[in-house]
């Protein structure tokens, strides 16, 4: 008995190895955080970097947060001399590159709030990839301020 015991084991093992990395999330969420709005405000935005750890480009094609009636994509574009945001129906990110969005240029754009949110509380935003991976990422809602100062910090220890 023991050595089809042995070669189970070993077999599972294989497997485990093979689908492990498979099926851990290639993309990886850094620094997400979303500007306080006044309580009035219809929108507000969300800003992250997003690192393809993968070997395959990776193309985000939605994005939902159950405090929003819906979550776009958008990109600023200067057309006619003025900046206007497009929304972006996929966002690909390269096999192992960062995109940022920030502000200024690619942004999330959280539309019609459900209820009234403050800063200090967290939004939580999934993104869905054209494979078929969806991903919840948590986004600090905070006073620019907050953020500058973080991101000193954050400077200061590297
Ligand atoms: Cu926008």
Redesign the pocket.
Known sequence: MLPIRQLMLSGLLAGSLVAGPASAQTLEFEGAWSPEAPPTAP?M?GYVEITNNGDKDVAITAARCDDFNKV?I?DMVERDGMMR?IQQERLTIPAGETVKLEKGGL?L?LMKPRRAIKQGETLDITFETAAGESNKVPFEVKTRSEQEMHHDNHQRHH
């Open positions: 929108v935005a776009e958008h945001m942004h754009m």
